[in-house]
């Protein structure tokens, strides 16, 4: 075939073998009712994965341009014209058309491989089943009479769970609220893309952290928002920074993770987030709290969040039970302005009718239970006990190799690679022994990162994990 693809175009390499090959039927060149060459057959002779022609065979196919058949191969159709045929869409143009953006493909090869393959997992953001209270979940869900109602609950979540949440923030997080600030969401996840779908607009411009977890999400690239950056060093960003870029820059809303940060594990100065606030208020900038980890500290001391420290209203904060009690629950919260909340409540019904009202009912009663405080002090005991055994792993493999902080809250290590390394084929080599993790690429703009998570693996797996990563990284040149 006398074809060969252009690499430096943005047309993806299966698009335009499509395109040429329905342009050689249109032509001639390509006969009705010919054969064309095998996928593997073609895929050897233009250089190309085999995975590539299927694509651009299937392209072709839902435009009723060829015909697949078991044991018989590929043919241009008789029927090009589709006056006998019948057509089915050409599902891959959909695909690429969506406004709403696919994750990264090494984030897709990420949660394939934790899905499908048994790995030490030093990637995923959960806890171990051993961390669940299930002692607890299942006493309540086997002992007490659920008393809920199993139709529509309220908009913004159940009456009950968000009084009780108006307790909890204030207990643990000295966060003042009512329930009519509250709004329950399917986590955090979702109440970040409600945010960003209700109160930003296309072209608008945000602030995120640089790395972050933010920074992985294609929602601001989907919503047409453009991100700027502010660096995290060991203490955090630098508030100064956020002045730079609302100036600049006329930042619409400022997205900050300053507890036990996200991959980093900094915690932000008290004195720097108090002077985020300053900021917020001098220029009237919002402030979006992402809250997942502020209750595991380690060493149990309560953590002021900006939230409990916004005196003007400027701070939406957004948190859940994902990272602190079970990931499968689904319950986190977003607290802000009454109307701003009934906003975002308004997007959700339009797209799920309310939060399940099972899952509510659990948490809330989780919640009240005086379970609840004892499990969160064995919680934070288990993750320092698996933080210590990772920087004491980091050390016996890799004290030559790479540099890190120490955290002292959440479940993230960050580390940098002190040499020049291909991530993704440090990745591939890491699979292949059984251990996967987080390029930090996928986290931030700088190379030579990695991303460790310690709480889905025990001490021993840990080691183990760490040890295979040494020996991946060795392996890399």
């Known amino acids: 075939m006398d074809w060969k693809p252009d690499r430096k175009s943005k047309t993806p390499i299966y698009k335009q073998l499509a ?17 064309l060459p095998s996928e593997r057959g073609l895929a050897k002779e233009l250089g190309i994965n085999r995975s590539t022609i299927i694509a651009a065979y299937d392209e072709l196919e839902s435009n009723g341009l060829i015909n697949r058949n078991r044991g018989s191969g590929t043919t241009v159709s008789k029927d090009i014209w589709g006056i006998t045929k019948k057509r089915i869409p050409s599902w891959n143009r959909y695909i690429e058309a969506g406004s709403f953006l696919p994750n990264l493909p090494v984030t897709q090869r990420i949660h394939k491989e934790m899905a499908e393959h048994k790995l030490i997992n030093l990637a995923s953001g959960e806890l171990s089943q051993d961390l669940f209270p299930l002692t607890s979940l299942r006493e309540i869900t086997s002992n007490r009479s659920f008393i809920g109602s199993l139709g529509y609950d309220h908009p913004q979540g159940n009456a009950i769970l968000r009084d009780t949440l108006t307790k909890h923030v204030k207990q643990y997080r000295e966060i003042e609220t009512d329930p009519s600030s509250i709004l329950v969401t399917s986590g ?33 690239k989907s919503a047409g928002i453009k991100p700027y950056f502010l660096k995290v060093d060991n203490d955090g960003i630098n508030p100064e920074e956020i002045t730079a870029l609302y100036k600049k ?6 997205f900050l993770s300053p507890i036990f940060q996200n991959p980093t594990g900094t915690l932000l100065d008290l004195d720097k987030r108090k002077k985020v606030l300053e900021i917020s208020s001098e220029y009237g900038i919002p402030l979006v709290e992402d809250d997942p980890y502020s209750l595991t500290s380690f060493s149990g001391e309560k953590m002021k969040t900006l939230k409990s420290l916004d005196h003007n209203g400027n701070v939406l904060y957004i948190s859940s039970l994902t990272k602190i009690v079970a990931s499968g629950l689904r319950i986190g919260w977003i607290i802000g302005p009454r109307a701003v909340i009934e906003r975002l409540s308004d997007a959700k019904q339009q797209v799920d009718f309310g939060h399940a009202s099972y899952s509510q009912w659990v ?41 890190f ?18 991530e993704i084929q440090l990745l591939e080599e890491s699979i292949k022994r059984g251990v996967i993790f987080v390029p930090g690429s996928t986290m931030g703009s700088e190379k030579g990162f990695v991303r460790f998570t310690f709480s889905r693996e025990n001490e021993g797996n840990i080691h183990e994990g760490i040890k295979r990563f040494a020996d991946a990284l060795l392996s890399v040149k």
């Open 249 to 254: 820059h006329r930042i619409k809303m400022i």
């Open 19 to 35: 395109i040429f090959i329905e342009n050689g039927i249109a032509d001639g060149t390509f006969p009705p009712d010919k054969p």
């Open 188 to 220: 955090a996840q979702q109440a970040l893309h409600l945010v960003v779908q209700c109160l930003l607009k296309p072209g608008d411009s945000v602030a995120i952290e640089n790395p972050s977890y933010h920074y992985n999400l294609p929602v601001f």
């Open 363 to 403: 948490a809330n009663d989780f919640l009240e239970s005086c379970d609840f405080t004892s499990h969160i002090k064995g919680l934070a005991k288990q993750l320092e006990s698996r933080r210590n055994q990772i920087v004491v792993s980091l050390q016996s493999f890799l004290k030559e190799e790479v540099e």
């Open 405 to 422: 902080t120490i955290p002292n809250g959440g479940i993230h290590i960050w580390c940098r690679i002190k040499k020049a390394v291909n």
